[in-house]
């Protein structure tokens, strides 16, 4: 058979196979099945075995075996011997996964965005609290120098060096108070902003408090005042809370119920 021929599986096999296209693959099929399990189209409970992955999705026993680990380790698969592959329901899966989170932003945004805002409220005003009294003089400046980058970002409306901008001030801010898992947080703030601005609830021009906001949380910062730290932070996500209300407004908190 010709390689204009070949199926995706059989291209996949092929010596000729480079690994950038098997790369490729593996990431279609990979994030494929998972808005497939979070969506529900495979609900949990159900039963799947890897050839019907490779006959369903048109891709080589290798690639699935890739994916297979993938799903695995984040808890939405369960493999059980003479059986199959079980989906797993969400209480198992590793839900601040950068992964996991994309998926849901596809499939259940509203739901998503709700989650991970509430959990942004919880969480940034501590981390900002602990950078004000923990923070290295280094990161302190870093991040008056994010603040002024948003500033001037989001008085040009270029949406995407705020949003850089914004993700990278949320990380600084997070990992400059020595807690680790405060700064394991940050790949969750980077998927939260980008789905923000993904979803189109980000104006071109940030409004103004905002944006002093953020200076205010630097300055606090740099000064080791704990108390106006969060407090500045807790305004930044209490808007952000706010904004967002309307979009999760009519999505029940115990679906199915």
């Known amino acids: 058979m010709g390689e204009e021929n070949q199926t995706p599986a059989e291209a996949a096999d092929s010596p000729k196979s480079s690994p950038e296209n098997r790369g490729n693959l593996h990431e279609t099929l990979r994030d494929q099945v998972g808005q497939?399990?979070?969506?529900?189209?495979?609900?949990?409970g159900t039963i799947i075995k890897a050839e019907d992955l490779r006959?369903?999705?048109?891709v080589s026993l290798s690639?699935?075996?890739?994916?297979?680990?993938?799903?695995?380790?984040?808890?939405?698969l369960q493999p059980i011997r003479r059986v199959g592959l079980v989906v797993l329901a969400m209480s198992e899966w590793m839900l601040l996964d950068p992964l996991v989170i994309r998926w849901r932003m596809t499939e259940a945004p509203a739901r998503q965005?709700?989650?991970?805002?509430?959990?942004?409220?919880?969480?940034?005003?501590?981390?900002?609290?602990?950078?004000?009294?923990?923070?290295?003089?280094?990161?302190?400046?870093?991040?008056?120098g994010l603040a002024a980058r948003m500033r001037a970002s989001g008085r040009q409306g270029d949406v995407e060096a705020f949003l850089e901008a914004d993700v990278e001030f949320?990380?600084?801010?997070?990992?400059?108070?020595?807690?680790?898992?405060?700064?394991?947080?940050?790949?969750?703030?980077?998927?939260?902003?980008?789905?923000?601005?993904?979803?189109?609830?980000?104006?071109?021009?940030p409004h103004p408090d905002a944006l002093q906001w953020h200076f205010d949380v630097a300055d606090a910062i740099g000064g080791q005042d704990p108390a106006r730290a969060k407090d500045a932070m807790a305004k930044i996500v209490a808007k952000a809370d706010a904004e967002m209300g309307s979009v999760w407004a009519d999505e029940p908190r115990h679906p199915g119920s």
């Not at 994916?67 to 808890?75: D, N, Q, T």
């Not at 919880?122 to 009294?133: F, N």
């Open 36 to 44: 497939d399990i979070v969506s529900g189209r495979l609900a949990a």
């Open 55 to 58: 006959a369903r999705y048109d």
């Open 63 to 76: 690639v699935v075996r890739e994916v297979v680990r993938v799903l695995e380790s984040l808890g939405m």
């Open 113 to 144: 965005l709700r989650s991970l805002t509430e959990l942004r409220v919880a969480i940034e005003p501590e981390a900002a609290g602990l950078a004000a009294q923990y923070a290295p003089a280094e990161a302190a400046e870093e991040i008056m």
């Open 170 to 205: 949320h990380r600084a801010v997070l990992g400059a108070g020595g807690n680790e898992l405060f700064a394991a947080f940050d790949t969750v703030i980077g998927e939260i902003l980008a789905g923000r601005t993904g979803a189109g609830l980000m104006p071109k021009f």
